[in-house]
């Protein structure tokens, strides 16, 4: 009813009902409706496509659903469209050509599972293109591009396995947009790295993640490109060569090239080329020799993963408080040698300490105790002496499987009430198990959360369970495991295990445990895997064993 409104926005007002149809339309001059984050039980009205003035229209996660109409096209004004997080499927109509004007345009979050239309190529003032998380198929050739002159912005993610959407353009073609930001995931631009991208000059930020990419990246692009570049994702493809010696970049902060066959070195003069390095993930290639001195210098690394490479030589010896923002150092599955150095305990916020997997050698040094440590996994290595007893109360999983670990479980480790994996496997600790790990309140209450994710990155670690190794990844922080398998442990297993009611894994085997199973053993509902085998344990198997109903793996063997 009001003919001179011009803007209206009830932006998350938490309204449900959309009008289907309107006695009166008379706020024909509204130029701008954004009626985003509203929980809507209706589908979008035809009486909205009459709003023929429309420069801005947002529709954002207001739970619409269905094809998206062809209606769209009749909204010839449309500078900015916001369609994302809804349940939209089907394609793009292709009306959507008749947006001359739009600047922006939003399908990110939904369901769109057919294809990208040719008359796309007619949105010739497009700037920024946000295609984020759909399942996109079908072909993209010069058609859809080829007019898109003032595109700088282009974002497409697809997660479509069964078949993806491809990148179809000749070998020639020059594109008549200059990037600043590319982002294309799940798509099929390889096997060469494309000639439309290599003359793209203003790129500051790059994804190119699992778009089947093989063979090398010219280094004429990268110089192209270095001085501007703040993010750089080319991870999950093919792509091999050397790492750049020569070019810096001065304003890198994301630097992720994991799972690709990236060989050589790592640059010894990192520190010069990439001063601004936050992320560094380089895991899953086959990087050879040592790693640079010059890492510990970078200021404001957070994230250093260097994980499933060839390296060799020592730790970097010479870590200071300077490093005050590093929170994960990963560098499992390496050929790394020597002692993990004391000056590690300068990193007052590192949190994330994984050096599985290596030939390190000698104690845990108690510096470390200086640390914020939540998960340490020096697991597959030959690290002696005793068990550190001043692990603080929040580490999540402490994982020292495979050493030459020797001594007694310390009585102060039953304050760790964060613990959620236990891993002390194949080493040579005696003793009894301590009567107090009832005090893992974590294993006993699901509201305690071990740790928050870190951006960027995911922990990996091998857990015996259901009688084989298995890796978790994502799903780690859902394990709940105590492993004392392989030691020369004595004495009885403590009835006050049985109050670990989260547990999951249990494996005390191959020790010289004696005594009877606790009677209360049924306690562990929710135990999959349960192992005593090989010690000297005797008396009846328990009744109230038969109310472990998610047992998966029993072994009782010996």
């Not at 094809?67 to 994302?84: N, W």
């Not at 394609?91 to 947006?99: D, H, K, T, V, Y």
Request: proline share 6%.
């Amino acid at each position: 009813m009001l003919p001179s409104l011009l803007e209206l926005s009830l932006y998350s007002c938490e309204l449900k009902h959309l009008p289907s149809s309107l006695t009166f339309l008379n706020f024909t001059s509204l130029h701008v409706l954004d009626l985003s984050y509203n929980p809507f039980n209706t589908s979008i009205p035809q009486w909205l496509f009459n709003l023929t003035s429309l420069t801005y229209l947002d529709l954002t996660s207001s739970n619409q659903g269905g094809k998206i109409l062809d209606s769209f096209g009749r909204l010839g004004r449309l500078k900015y469209l916001y369609l994302g997080v809804n349940h939209f499927y089907g394609s793009i109509p292709a009306s959507i050509g008749n947006l001359s004007s739009l600047k922006e345009l939003d399908l990110s979050y939904n369901e769109m599972n057919g294809t990208i239309p040719e008359s796309f190529g007619q949105l010739s003032t497009l700037v920024k293109l946000y295609l984020l998380e759909n399942s996109w198929e079908g072909v993209i050739t010069e058609a859809q591009l080829m007019n898109l002159t003032r595109l700088e912005e282009f974002v497409l993610t697809t997660n479509n396995k069964s078949q993806p959407l491809v990148f179809n353009v000749k070998d020639d073609w020059h594109p008549p947009f200059k990037l600043k930001i590319l982002h294309l995931e799940s798509c099929l631009i390889g096997p060469k790295f494309p000639k439309w991208l290599q003359v793209q000059s203003e790129l500051t930020y790059v994804i190119l993640k699992s778009v089947e990419i093989n063979g090398t990246i010219p280094e004429q692009w990268f110089s192209m490109i270095s001085s501007n570049l703040t993010h750089l994702d080319l991870s999950n493809n093919q792509i091999k060569g050397n790492l750049p010696h020569q070019l810096v970049f001065p304003n890198v902060t994301k630097l992720f090239l994991q799972s690709n066959l990236v060989s050589g070195p790592i640059p010894s003069n990192i520190s010069d080329l990439m001063p601004s390095l936050q992320y560094l993930d380089l895991s899953e290639n086959h990087l050879c020799g040592k790693i640079p001195l010059s890492i510990s210098k970078i200021k404001h690394l957070n994230i250093l993963v260097l994980r499933r490479n060839n390296l060799s030589g020592e730790l970097p010896h010479h870590w200071d408080e300077s490093q005050m923002f590093l929170r994960v150092v990963d560098i499992s599955y390496n050929n790394i040698c020597g002692k993990i150095p004391s000056s590690m305990g300068f990193l007052g916020n590192l949190s994330i300490l994984v050096l599985s997997n290596n030939n390190l050698r000698g104690e845990i040094p108690s510096s470390l105790q200086n640390c914020s440590i939540v998960s340490m996994d020096f697991g597959g290595n030959r690290l002696s002496g005793n068990l550190p007893s001043w692990i603080e109360s929040d580490i999540f999983m402490l994982r020292l499987r495979s050493n030459l670990f020797s001594g007694t479980i310390p009585p102060k480790w039953c304050n760790l009430h964060k613990l959620r994996i236990l891993d002390l496997a194949q080493n040579n600790l005696f003793g009894g198990i301590p009567d107090c790990l009832n005090n893992f309140t974590a294993m006993v209450d699901h509201n305690i959360v071990g740790y928050k994710p870190i951006e960027n990155y995911t922990e990996k670690a091998s857990i015996m369970r259901k009688g084989r190794e298995m890796e978790y990844d994502r799903t780690l922080p859902l394990v709940t495991c105590i492993d004392l398998s392989g030691n020369n442990l004595t004495g009885g297993i403590p009835f006050e295990i049985t109050s670990l009611t989260r547990l999951d894994t249990l494996n005390l085997s191959m020790n010289h445990l004696s005594g009877n199973i606790p009677k209360n053993i049924g306690n562990l509902q929710l135990l999959e895997t349960l192992d005593f085998s090989n010690n000297k344990l005797f008396g009846p198997i328990p009744e109230s064993m038969s109310s472990l109903t998610f047992l998966v793996h029993l072994n009782l063997i010996f």
